[in-house]
């Protein structure tokens, strides 16, 4: 029988990465009694997680998936969709808070932007996204989802290249939620050229730029530049950054702590 913790798939799904996260390798087994669920119900949610792309299923058990590799230093999808949780929701109930209906809104690659992408799902607007786990939790209801097509970072999800590039160049958007690796008083920068460029183009086909990040992202500096301060309409994070950027808060055009 299922324990009483958990009120939805999702939270146990998320306990189900965390543990997966920390041993790397587990069997299905421990993950049961780990998690005080039926086996059943462990073999169930690891077909979804695998589905998703996040986990490898071995005899008995799960692993780990790798990524491309192509920048170690790199969090992995399954790893960042882990870290601050609780400010990523509230970042994106603000952010979908900022979305009028029937509006045309681009959404950056990044668990930030995929929170939002929850938030947004089932209202009457149109999608334009560059990433798949984010095009797969928007497409509900209501919502009409567009990906920009191009190549697929593996183990990240999002799309880059030429082909991004041009489609992106052929619409209009609202609202652009751009993502970051890392920001400090120069500006916001990513881990990859070929990720900045994609996010640049995307801020030129948008009336508004908002930035979406917690805390734990101000005070770095990643690979590649993605644009300066100045150059987004809103920045969205959590109260914990406010002394992190009191210096150069100025630079920015608006900025909401929630």
């Known amino acids: 029988m299922e324990g009483p913790k958990f009120r939805f798939p999702h939270e146990r799904h998320q ?37 998703a792309g996040l986990v490898s299923r071995t005899h008995g058990g799960v692993a ?34 900022e979305v009028e209906n029937r509006k045309v809104v681009l959404l950056d690659s990044g668990t930030t932007t995929l929170a939002i992408a929850r938030a947004l799902a ?13 095009a797969e939790a928007a497409a509900t209801g209501a919502t009409e989802v567009h990906v920009v097509g191009g190549k697929v970072r593996n183990g990240y999800y999002s799309v880059i290249g030429n ?18 690796d890392a920001i400090d008083e120069d500006g916001v920068t990513t881990s990859t050229f070929e990720e900045a460029e994609v996010k640049r183009v995307a801020m030129e086909q948008a009336r508004r ?46 900025v909401r702590l929630v």
């Not at 041993?23 to 073999?43: D, Q, Y």
């Not at 990524?67 to 929701?89: C, I, M, T, Y």
């Open 15 to 51: 306990q189900m990465i965390d543990l997966i996260m920390e041993r790397k390798r587990v069997g299905t087994g421990e993950l049961a009694a780990a998690l005080g669920i039926s086996l059943p119900t462990v073999r169930r949610d690891l077909v979804v997680l695998e589905q």
């Open 122 to 134: 089932g209202r009457p607007i149109t999608v334009v996204t560059v990433d798949l786990k984010t």
């Open 209 to 254: 730029t908002v930035l979406v990040a917690d805390h734990g992202k101000i005070g770095n500096h990643s690979f590649s530049k993605v644009c300066p301060l100045d150059a987004v309409d809103l920045f969205i994070t959590d109260r914990a950054a406010e002394p992190m950027i009191a210096h150069y808060r100025h630079k920015f055009s608006e």
């Open 163 to 180: 082909w991004a590039l041009n489609t992106l160049k052929s619409i209009r958007a609202d609202m652009f939620f751009l993502g970051a």
């Open 64 to 97: 780990v998936r790798g990524g491309g590799g192509e920048h170690d230093a790199e969090p992995l999808f399954l790893e960042k969709v882990r870290v601050r949780q609780n400010l990523k929701l509230r970042i994106a109930e603000a952010a979908a808070a």
